[in-house]
Each structure stands twice: as C-alpha cells, then as structure tokens.
C-alpha cells in the first residue's frame, strides 16, 4: 500500500517546540562580544529570564487587584503567595549572576555599550504598579513605543495600595474619601488616619489582618531583592558608574529601605 501523503488542510498537532516557541526563543541569545566571550551568554538568558518574570509578576498584580475589586481576600491571599515565591526565585537567580568575577564581565561590558536595566520597562511598571510612581520615567521611554505605552497606561491606573484602600471600604472599613480617590498618580504617604484603620483591622479581623501581613510580606521581598541586587553590582564592578550612565551602585543603594506600604510598618509600634 502506497502512504498518503498528509493532509495539509489538517491543522499540525500541538507539539512542545510549537507550543512554547522553542526555536524563537532560542535564537534570542545573541552575544555581541568575539568568541563570544564565554560569560555572556549567562548575562543575556539571566536578563532575559527576568523580563519573563517581571511580565508574569505584572500579570498576577493586574490580577490581585482584580480580585479585590470582586471581594475575594483569599484567592488574593493565595496570588500575594505566589507573587512572593516568584521574588524568591528573582534573589536566587542573582546567586547565578554572582558567579561571574568581575573580570569575566568586564570581559564583554563595552559591548553593552548604553544597554542597562535602568531601561527595562517592565522593572518600572512593577514600581509603577507598586506605587513608586515618577512621570519624569515615562519620558525616558520614546513616544509610541510599547514601554512609553504601557507605563503611561499604569501611570494612570490605581496602585494596588489603592485597591487595599478601596476593597477596605468595601468592607466597611471608613477609609476616608481623601485616599479612596486620591490621586493615583502621586507617591503613597503615610496616613495617621489608615493607620488607625489598619490597627481596627489586626485587633479585630483576622481575615484582613491576615491579608495586611502578605502586603508586608511582599513589601519586604522588593527590599530583599533590592538589597541583593545592590551588593550583586558591588561586587561586580564596585564604584562604577552603570552602562546606561546610571549611578550604579550608588544609585541602587538610594532605593534600598524605601517602604511601598508605609502605614503598614507604621502601626508596628502601637499594636
């Protein structure tokens, strides 16, 4: 029996590679230095894996504040947890990063020549996202590319301590309307009168308080990460100034300490 030929008009199997894109994804490692230089395929699939995590950590943030708007604490609760355990896996990837000696990535580092992660977009829209908003940012970006687009979008849109504020009203909490339509724009300051709120919540209602703690959890998971990559850079070129014309390490180290959720940490002294 002669084999026929296959059908073309069948749609092809899913397969793994097709499904994943595995060809595409492995033709973006692309090495700018001779040889290449051995560390740098490292640095690109590090960096690039961490644009892979900052869109999924955008991705379940859109969706946490989703699910305070329906009311629904726990599967909040449990998204909060899996946002932590993917800040956890960002820390230990600066674990593989600081593999490299300084003079293995000096080896390729003028091949980067302006490239820096003070440009990545995604980065900003966390921060944004988070509540650590700055228009001057936005600017950085060109008009009409897909970072300038979609940092003016979450430049705009309501922070997710805006969404807690919002969702404790919801509850019945008196949130009051100063900060339940604040404008979204400006940077979060520490209120006495959410703090008092805050306090009702952790004496009286374990569900929420419950949910008040995962809010500092992932506050203090930034600062985790934000610490490490400070010493990361250290200890990879010192004093340097980075690539993009940044600070480097002096300017990273000015972020360390700064609390997203400041009422959070505030009440600590009076419960």
């Not at 492995?26 to 894996?49: K, N, T």
């Not at 896996?89 to 490239?115: G, K, N, W």
């Not at 400070?230 to 700064?258: C, D, F, H, N, P």
């Amino acid at each position: 029996m002669i084999d026929e030929p296959p059908d073309a008009s069948q749609p092809k199997a899913v397969t793994y590679n097709s499904y994943l894109r595995v060809d595409e994804l492995l033709a973006l490692q692309q090495p700018r230095s001779e040889g290449p230089e051995h560390d740098e395929l490292l640095f690109i699939v590090i960096h690039q894996v961490y644009e892979l995590w900052f869109k999924e950590l955008l991705h379940e943030l859109d969706f946490v504040q989703h699910l305070l708007e329906e009311g629904e604490s726990s599967r909040a609760q449990h998204t909060l947890k899996r946002i932590l355990t993917i800040l956890k896996v960002l820390v230990a990837q600066l674990d593989i990063l600081e593999t490299m000696t300084p003079l293995e990535f000096l080896s390729f580092r003028e091949r980067l020549e302006a490239a820096s992660g003070f440009q990545s977009d995604q980065f900003r829209q966390l921060e944004f996202a988070l509540g650590l908003k700055a228009e001057p940012i936005v600017r950085r970006f060109p008009e009409s590319s897909r970072g300038r687009v979609a940092l003016e979008r979450r430049y705009h849109e309501p922070t997710l301590w805006d969404g807690f504020l919002r969702y404790l009203a919801r509850e019945g909490y008196p949130v009051p309307p100063e900060h339940v339509n604040r404008d979204v724009t400006a940077s979060v300051e520490p209120s006495s009168a959410v703090q008092h709120i805050l306090i009702d919540v952790y004496r009286r209602d374990p569900k929420n308080a419950e949910l008040c703690e995962r809010f500092v959890d992932l506050d203090e998971g930034i600062q985790e990460w934000r610490y490490r990559h400070v010493k990361m850079v250290e200890r990879t070129i010192g004093g340097k100034r980075g690539t993009g014309g940044s600070g480097g390490a002096t300017y990273l180290r000015e972020t360390v300490g700064q609390p997203l959720f400041p009422d959070l940490w505030a009440i600590r002294s009076q419960l």
